[in-house]
């Protein structure tokens, strides 16, 4: 079956930096666009990044531009998110998502990894 499983969540000083990975299982990796989303306690659940099947394009939200950064490595069936500037308001839980569409909608995507928390203390 198909898994993605993310890993390298934690906590971190304001002004940090953390790389979170997706290892996906089960699937044509290659295939799938890649995204990342968060959840803050008490919100909604929110785009942070969409990525192509190449790695060729990202799309990022206002709110981490220059800040972050989304790669896959198809050779290993693994994305990345790269988060530098690391800011309070960045804490959540992520989650990488894979689907067919390259969109920022969460409808858009098939499969879900369970989360990892990613805490920025002030």
């Known amino acids: 079956q198909v898994q993605l499983v993310e890993s390298g969540g934690g906590l971190v000083q304001a002004g940090g930096s953390l790389r979170l990975s997706c290892a996906a299982s089960?699937?044509?990796?290659?295939?799938?666009?890649m995204a990342w989303f968060r959840q803050a306690p008490g919100k909604e659940r929110e785009f942070v990044v969409t990525?192509?099947?190449?790695?060729?394009?990202?799309y990022y939200t206002d709110s981490v531009k220059g800040r972050f950064t989304a790669s896959r490595d198809n050779a290993r069936n693994t994305a990345y998110l790269q988060m530098n500037s690391l800011k309070p308001e960045d804490t959540a839980v992520y989650y990488c998502?894979?689907?067919?569409?390259?969109?920022?909608?969460?409808?858009?995507?098939?499969?879900w990894g369970q989360g990892t928390q990613v805490t920025v203390s002030s």
């Open positions: 998502a894979a689907g067919r569409t390259y969109s920022i909608n969460s409808h858009a995507y098939d499969y």
């Open positions: 990525i192509t099947r190449s790695g060729g394009n990202t």
């Open positions: 089960g699937l044509t990796f290659s295939v799938y666009t």
